[in-house]
């Protein structure tokens, strides 16, 4: 985060029992110190050139390219952070480095703080030094020994009899299924015959709708998920 100069001009007390200013997504204390407040909107997202801190959502086009390692040689595409959704997080464009937000109403997580930061989702203790991870940000990258597995199987054997059921159900119209259809984890070591039979294993109302899911979607391999305190950037915004 940059040097900023406190509006004591414009200072509050009441919210925090500290003196505060609070700047959309981010609240300014005359000790120096910085947090992300605990409700945030879209509205919130923005550059926050005062401090040098952005608050940006994963599946916003302005989110900058993130990489695993301080030297930024090793990129995170960003498939692997908005698997199944986007992440909120706030970007330290001075300290080039990304954080992900406590997770919210918790306030106890933060009881080695100040009172007045409880409800922080990110917190900088001051300027020029890298802020205190509250939460963690979700990688999830493919997993390639399901599908270097799983594969052959699910292509070769599973999904042509799951097809073959599909054409034959007589109450395929009440299918209503969506999106791929997800592997389980423990399939990894079985046949094609035990992956149908516990596809099929459901009641027959769901049964159909699980066999229209796969032979309009096809799989859904599962994915390796890491959580880390930091990501890291290139440069200055």
Request: proline share 4%; charged share 30%.
């Amino acid at each position: 985060m940059k040097k900023f100069k406190f509006d004591h001009a414009n200072k509050s007390w009441d919210r925090y029992r500290a003196f505060y200013n609070q700047d959309w997504g981010l609240v300014e204390f005359d000790t120096g110190e910085v947090i992300v407040h605990n409700y945030i909107t879209p509205d919130c997202r923005m550059m926050y050139d005062k401090y040098g801190i952005q608050i940006v959502a994963t599946t916003d086009s302005d989110c900058p390219q993130f990489y695993f390692d301080k030297e930024c040689t090793e990129p995170v595409k960003k498939a692997w952070i908005t698997y199944h959704g986007m992440q909120e997080l706030a970007v330290d464009h001075e300290q080039k480095v990304a954080m992900g937000f406590a997770y919210r109403g918790r306030d106890e997580r933060n009881s080695h703080l100040g009172r007045h930061v409880h409800s922080a989702l990110v917190y900088w203790a001051g300027a020029e030094r890298r802020p205190i991870a509250l939460g963690s940000i979700k990688i999830q990258t493919p997993n390639p020994e399901f599908r270097k597995v799983l594969s052959p199987i699910i292509v070769g054997k599973v999904i042509p009899a799951i097809n073959a059921m599909h054409k034959m159900d007589k109450n395929k119209h009440h299918g209503y299924g969506s999106g791929k259809y997800k592997i389980k984890k423990e399939w990894l070591d079985s046949s094609a015959e035990k992956i149908i039979a516990d596809i099929c294993d459901v009641p027959e109302w769901s049964l159909s709708s699980d066999l229209r899911q796969i032979a309009t979607s096809g799989f859904e391999y599962p994915r390796s998920t890491q959580r880390v305190d930091f990501l890291y950037i290139k440069g200055e915004k």
